[in-house]
């Protein structure tokens, strides 16, 4: 989070070409290289740390209202605008008003969205956008053959695409394959306009960052230098399928590739002894998705809990994504046409989680997609049951399958390490330096509830100390 607000006050100091970014040189970067060599291996300071849209997003927020607490509303806004797309999503593929309430109930009482609501972190924006594209596709599929609303709504989801492209990296998977479509409709169709407006839209958004990346001397549609690192951390030898560790042959992968993207997915799969064994990495990661734990990187959602009785009490992944699997093999055994979007989006959704690691931040991402799905399955589940036949039991009994799977067989991470003790250390240091003691002392006794047998991290130094 503070890294973000670094970078957002280089954004207001510098002016949007922003010339100069902010780099963070955490201490695991410098284990692996210098500062030098980690510029060389991103192609250059000028070159953004991860997509720009949430920095600057965040640096304007700042300007206007010159306090963090307008930035933490903003959020909880757009929280509460992602469970009404959820809902609206859910409606639109089910043509089913109650279908949407159901989504937008489930999405309302999901814990990792109020976790993820509050930290300033990019990945509730990119979760708003990805829910506002599908519906946008979603409506464009039910408008008909009404030109005048068929080409302003191909504008608006050129325009969201824009926007997405600046908010995640993942959108250089999504991208293409949506204008792949959009292409295939437009030569079956004899109809180009639809595809300019489109076409138009997109490039409209994404100019701006294309003559920013020209004027400092970057490729001119970059925007992050992050793929190295994420795909090695992800896909290393030695990388583990639900945890983010620094893999001992990055170094090694990096000054082989000088950070090319090509060269490093090469240099990375050469690590593994066998095909077999990057197969298996891969599968786990797929599997890892299973897990009740919520594996921490930035976030820990179990530290979370402490403080926030909607993250403690609110639903799970683990308690979403049954159903959701459910309403995905339920669309596709019905041929459910209306769902074509969300069978879509899946296929980049999925890949952009398991390319890296599938820790619990970034997996939320395919939840925009499990909610709907989830509340497509209930609804049908449902109407089975209320009409008394016999499959609706099935389905029950599959479904208490699928959550006993996740509990027993899926669980490969021990409850036991599921919290990390240097958090209530963090929270203690940012009491004590700023004078309230009362809530350092809490915060002590609830490590010592949790951590019984382990001394308790120090503190670090006081306010004005280095």
């Known amino acids: 989070m503070y890294a973000n607000l670094l970078w957002a006050k280089s954004i207001q100091e510098q002016g949007w070409l922003n010339p100069h970014p902010y780099h963070p040189d955490f201490g695991w970067m410098q284990t692996v290289g210098t500062r030098l060599e980690w510029s060389q291996w991103w192609g250059g300071e000028v070159i953004f740390q991860q997509s720009p849209l949430y920095a600057y997003l965040l640096g304007m927020l700042l300007w206007l209202g010159g306090n963090v607490l307008y930035v933490h509303l903003f959020q909880l806004l757009l929280g509460m605008g992602l469970c009404v797309l959820t809902g609206l999503i859910g409606r639109r593929i089910a043509d089913d008003a109650r279908v949407g309430w159901v989504a937008f109930w489930l999405a309302a009482g999901y814990s990792p969205y109020y976790a993820c609501s509050w930290p300033l972190l990019r990945d509730l924006l990119g979760w708003f956008i990805t829910a506002g594209v599908l519906l946008l596709m979603l409506e464009l599929d039910a408008v008909g053959e009404n030109p005048r609303k068929k080409n302003r709504l191909m504008l608006a989801v050129g325009l969201a695409l824009g926007m997405g492209y600046l908010a995640r990296e993942t959108y250089s998977l999504i991208i293409p394959l949506v204008l792949l479509v959009f292409a295939i409709r437009a030569i079956g169709r004899r109809e180009c306009l639809p595809v300019v407006c489109l076409l138009g839209g997109l490039a409209v958004v994404i100019s701006?960052?294309?003559?920013?990346?020209?004027?400092?001397?970057?490729?001119?549609?970059?925007?992050?230098?992050?793929?190295?690192?994420?795909?090695?951390?992800?896909?290393?030898?030695?990388?583990?399928?639900?945890?983010?560790?620094?893999?001992?042959?990055?170094?090694?992968?990096?000054?082989?590739?000088?950070?090319?993207?090509?060269?490093?997915?090469?240099?990375?799969?050469?690590?593994?002894?066998?095909?077999?064994?990057?197969?298996?990495?891969?599968?786990?990661k797929l599997l890892s998705l299973l897990d009740p734990c919520e594996p921490s990187d930035n976030l820990s959602l179990y530290f979370m809990e402490k403080i926030s009785p909607p993250v403690h009490w609110g639903l799970k992944h683990w308690m979403i994504i049954v159903p959701g699997l459910g309403g995905l093999a339920l669309s596709l055994l019905l041929r459910d046409r209306r769902h074509f979007w969300l069978w879509l989006m899946l296929v980049p959704l999925l890949a952009g989680v398991v390319l890296g690691t599938p820790v619990s931040r970034y997996r939320q991402s395919l939840v925009v997609l499990w909610l709907p799905w989830a509340a497509f399955c209930l609804r049908w589940w449902w109407t089975m049951l209320s009409q008394n036949r016999g499959n609706a039991w099935g389905i029950a009994c599959a479904a208490l399958v699928g959550w006993t799977a996740c509990l027993t067989i899926f669980a490969r991470i021990p409850a036991n390490q599921y919290e990390r003790p240097f958090e209530y250390g963090v929270a203690i240091r940012v009491y004590l330096n700023e004078g309230q003691a009362d809530k350092a002392a809490g915060m002590k006794q609830l490590f010592h509830q949790k951590f019984p047998n382990l001394a308790l991290p120090e503190p670090g130094p006081a306010k004005g100390q280095p």
């Open 208 to 284: 701006p960052l294309c003559l920013r990346n020209l004027v400092v001397g970057a490729p001119p549609s970059s925007t992050s230098n992050r793929f190295a690192e994420a795909f090695i951390e992800g896909n290393a030898g030695s990388a583990l399928p639900n945890q983010i560790i620094i893999p001992p042959e990055m170094r090694e992968i990096l000054e082989r590739s000088h950070g090319r993207p090509a060269a490093v997915v090469f240099e990375t799969i050469k690590t593994h002894r066998n095909a077999w064994s990057f197969l298996h990495l891969e599968t786990w």
